[in-house]
């Protein structure tokens, strides 16, 4: 359907959306929070990656409106861009609610969230690689992988909600903890909705 000879800008663009959106969650896996102090910086980080987040959207959706032809349909290109991005918006709602809460711990739950969304990032990443190289059947693997790891964080979520009213007697701590378990589950919801754009995109060009 398109020439696989050169790398399309469209492609390239969606590609440098998805490495922003990775690399903001490994921030957020690999940081470690001592103190109140820490969670300002992160946050400021982290809303820098928004910040750039932004920029690269407006970027592609400036080519969009310049550009009579597009290597898909150029809806699919602003919704996949779209549903990356709020990935993004997730994390960094998500950083800035520890730092409103001042929490300077994250549990097993949060850890294992974390874990599952970063692997999702990954998967996106190499989704978006295959997009560049214009081999769309093998972004197929990476969206059913991304579908998998939000399964997983249902799971999570359930469990970790359990054992929050099992054993904390602090409602405050009951409060913040389940809100941010909750955004956690919303950040996966938002990688699936990355991979069912994938799909919906596979179908119809490959």
Do not use: W
Request: hydrophobic fraction near 40%; include cysteine.
């Amino acid at each position: 359907m398109f020439s696989r000879k050169n790398t399309d800008p469209f492609f390239e663009s969606l590609a440098k959306i998805s490495v922003n959106v990775q690399e903001a969650m490994h921030y957020a896996k690999d940081v470690r929070i001592r103190s109140k102090a820490d969670l300002e910086e992160i946050s400021t980080t982290m809303k820098k990656y928004e910040t750039d987040g932004d920029d690269l959207i407006h970027e592609l959706i400036v080519m969009l409106n310049k550009s009579f032809m597009t290597p898909i349909e150029r809806e699919d290109i602003l919704a996949l861009a779209n549903s990356m991005d709020n990935v993004l918006d997730g994390i960094e709602e998500c950083i800035a609610h520890f730092d409103m809460f001042a929490l300077t711990e994250s549990d097993d739950a949060m850890n294992t969230f974390i874990h599952y969304i970063t692997l999702s990032t990954d998967e996106i990443v190499k989704a978006m690689d295959k997009l560049q190289d214009k081999k769309l059947p093998g972004m197929r693997e990476h969206a059913i992988r991304v579908k998998d790891y939000e399964s997983k964080c249902d799971e999570v979520l359930r469990e970790s909600i359990k054992q929050l009213f099992l054993h904390e007697k602090d409602p405050i701590r009951i409060i913040q903890f389940k809100d941010i378990y909750e955004q956690l589950e919303d950040i996966a919801d938002e990688c699936q909705n990355v991979a069912n754009t994938i799909e919906t995109i596979i179908m119809r060009n490959a």
